[in-house]
């Protein structure tokens, strides 16, 4: 079983709802990532945080607003998304702050968009 | 070019082969690599890190060519059980994931 939580598993919404990926890790690690990956094709990073500061955001559209309320939950904000946004959303985390290659993924969000 | 580049696949194999990948990546300045296994619908899990001197884990054995800038994994007495997709991970400044290499075990 993973260590690193994500909820809701699987998420529809219409292009106009409003909705949070949730994300939480207890290994007492310091950076947390957010990914996307579309079917058949690896994760995209689009976000890193790292000791509870946002160190990367990857030119990823307003739409999508991260937030890190302390240094075990990342969550992801949702609104008016488009349908080319439908996905696996992957949370991650690593021991250290900044990228080490050593990620813990969460078993993944699935977004759908109406 | 891509940062990161593998072969695809699918690799299909019977149980007990020997199957071997491949990646490049083209950044001279890659700092570490890894390997990921990925099963349908699941999310990455990390298999392995790969050091300049290679290592091996079991049937598992991972060797890095920083001249060639290339990886590979070698997977041997294959298991019904290694069916999944393999990616090969490239930290430069972030980690670039390449698309991933489909194996396909068969009895």
């Known amino acids: 079983d993973t260590e690193v939580t994500q909820t809701p598993k699987h998420l529809v919404m219409g292009m106009t709802n409003k909705k949070s990926l949730k994300c939480e890790q207890h290994?007492?690690?310091?950076?947390m990532y957010w990914y996307k990956q579309k079917a058949k094709k690896p994760p995209e990073l689009m976000f890193v945080?790292?000791?509870?500061?946002?160190?990367i955001n990857e030119s990823v559209p307003s739409r999508f607003s991260p937030e890190c309320p302390n240094s075990s939950l990342l969550n992801l904000h949702l609104h008016a998304l488009q349908p080319e946004d439908s996905a696996l959303y992957l949370c991650a985390s690593s021991r250290q702050g900044g990228d080490t290659g050593e990620l813990f993924f969460g078993e993944g969000s699935r977004l759908t968009v109406l | 070019r891509k940062e990161v580049e593998q072969d695809p696949g699918p690799f299909n194999v019977p149980e007990g082969a020997t199957v071997a990948f491949n990646c490049t990546y083209s950044n001279s300045a890659s700092q570490s690599f890894f390997w990921y296994r990925q099963d349908c619908r699941k999310e990455p899990k990390l298999l392995m890190s790969v050091y300049s001197s290679g290592n091996e884990d079991g049937r598992f054995t991972a060797q890095l060519n920083r001249a060639s800038q290339y990886i590979s994994l070698l997977i041997r007495d294959s298991k019904l059980s290694d069916s999944a997709t393999y990616l090969c991970?490239?930290?430069?400044?972030?980690?670039?994931f390449g698309t991933g290499t489909r194996l396909q075990v068969f009895p």
């Open positions: 945080y790292s000791y509870e500061k946002l160190s």
């Open positions: 290994m007492g690690h310091r950076a």
């Open positions: 991970v490239v930290n430069t400044d972030k980690l670039i």
